[in-house]
């Protein structure tokens, strides 16, 4: 999973690193103005709006960071989405085929009760008696019955 994203960290190592050289830029050119202002009021002043100014930055820089975050959960999230459904699929896959056999084996199963049903009433017919004989008569009309329904 990180493999797909390595190219992230190099860029914002960059972007960092161009940040912190901004920042120093930005220092020692408010710390050369700021020694060069006359009266106290204006240092104040100065100060105050150098305090904004780095809290706004601080501020920027936590949400392009919560971006980047969100983006890469979003991204994990939506893979994660693509697995469940790839699993779904072969579980769904899996169970159909299951069902098939399920199915078939119950066809070879009610065959083979129809066949043993045909074998024992031919075997009831050479019987002596005759409750037998009707009995096997009675059972192959029911196994012709099953058979078409």
């Given at each position: 999973m990180m493999e797909e994203h390595?190219?992230?960290?190099?860029?914002?190592?960059?972007?960092?690193?161009?940040?912190?050289?901004?920042?120093?830029?930005?220092?020692?050119?408010?710390?050369?103005?700021?020694?060069?202002?006359?009266?106290?009021?204006?240092?104040?002043?100065?100060?105050?709006?150098?305090?904004?100014?780095?809290?706004?930055?601080?501020?920027?820089?936590?949400?392009?960071?919560?971006?980047?975050?969100l983006f890469l959960n979003f991204r994990i999230a939506n893979r994660n989405l693509e697995i469940a459904n790839k699993n779904f699929e072969q579980t769904k896959r899996k169970n159909d085929l299951d069902e098939k056999k399920s199915n078939k084996d119950i066809e070879i199963a009610e065959s083979r009760l129809i066949t043993d049903r045909f074998s024992k009433a031919t075997e009831q017919l050479a019987s002596n008696s005759l409750h037998t004989r009707l009995g096997a008569i009675y059972w192959l009309f029911w196994v012709h019955g099953d058979k078409h329904s």
């Open positions: 390595f190219w992230i960290f190099p860029l914002l190592l960059i972007a960092g690193f161009a940040l912190v050289l901004w920042i120093i830029y930005w220092g020692v050119l408010v710390t050369n103005n700021y020694a060069n202002l006359q009266n106290g009021k204006e240092k104040f002043e100065a100060s105050l709006e150098i305090s904004k100014a780095i809290i706004g930055g601080i501020g920027t820089s936590a949400t392009i960071v919560g971006g980047v975050f």
